[in-house]
Structures are given as C-alpha cells and as structure tokens.
C-alpha cells in the first residue's frame, strides 16, 4: 500500500474547506421571501439596538433576509426604550423590536412574530424571548431545546406565550 504525504494535498484540502465555508455562508444569507398573504409582508418594523451589539444586527439581516420592511433605530440607552415599551423585569434581550403596537423583544423567531401578529391578543402587548439564547434568530450555536417565547401584559405580568 502507498503513504502519500498530507502535505501533498494540503492545498486541496484548503480549497475545499474554502468552498465549502463559502457555500455554507452564501445558503445562510439567502433572502427568503415571506408568503404573499404573511401579516409581516405588509408591516414596518422598528428594531431598538445598541450601536456597538453585533448580533442585533444579524438579528436585522435575519428579518430582513425574510422580507420584512425593517428601520433600526442605534441607541446607547437602551434601558430607556425597555422601559417605554414596559418590557418586563427578567424578559429583556438586546434589542427591541417594534410593529405597529406591538412589541417583540428579542432573538424571536420570525415563525412566531407571524403567529403573535396574526392571533394577536387584545391583552397582549409583546411578545419576548429573554436573554440571548444559543441558536436563536442572530445568536451563534445550536438551539438547546425549546425556546420559551413569554407573551406580557401593559401592566407587566407574563406568561408563556407558546415554546418554540
């Protein structure tokens, strides 16, 4: 049987994983059109970040790459705009979002900004996914498990909306 040495084929090797990076990259940024009759196909969204968080902007691209219309607003008081849209204690992310009155804090899925949007409660004000979770919507990782995606009230108080 023949060795051949790997620094034979290393420059192989290194194209290849090039390619395949590169393929990698360009399926994860493909723009994926919202359905015609999507509630979000129609909406504006405002997204509240701070100027220097670097997933809020792949949260921006993750929305925009679906079709949404999307504004973002940089702010470097962000607990001032938590505060205005009542984002309750232990439910803030990085970034709020804002469509029309409502309010979606958060790496949260676009599946579930759909569903809130469509059956929305007249209860509800927002819709959040607390902290920064792997895997999520912007966020490096894999997904571990289900999401618990908290629907909350103007006067504070939450509960689960659905886990996703």
């Known amino acids: 049987m023949k060795k051949y ?44 970040k701070s100027p220097t968080c670097g997933c809020c902007g792949l949260y921006v691209d993750y929305l925009r790459n679906r079709g949404m219309n999307v504004e973002v607003v940089s702010t470097s008081d962000m607990d001032s705009i938590k505060k205005q849209y009542g984002i309750p204690k232990g439910k803030e992310s990085c970034h709020t979002t804002v469509i029309g009155d409502s309010v979606v804090e958060g790496h949260v ?47 504070g108080s939450s509960s689960i909306f659905m886990e996703y």
């Open 5 to 48: 040495p790997i620094k034979k084929f290393f420059p192989l090797i290194i194209i290849g994983m090039v390619l395949v990076i590169g393929i990698v990259i360009s399926a994860g940024n493909k723009k994926v059109p919202l359905p015609e009759n999507s509630p979000l196909a129609e909406v504006k969204a405002v997204v509240y």
């Open 109 to 155: 899925p676009i599946e579930v900004i759909e569903k809130f949007i469509t059956e929305k409660s007249p209860a509800l004000k927002g819709i959040a996914l607390p902290a920064m979770p792997s895997g999520s919507p912007g966020m490096p990782g894999a997904k571990q498990g289900l999401f618990n995606i908290y629907g909350f009230t103007s006067d």
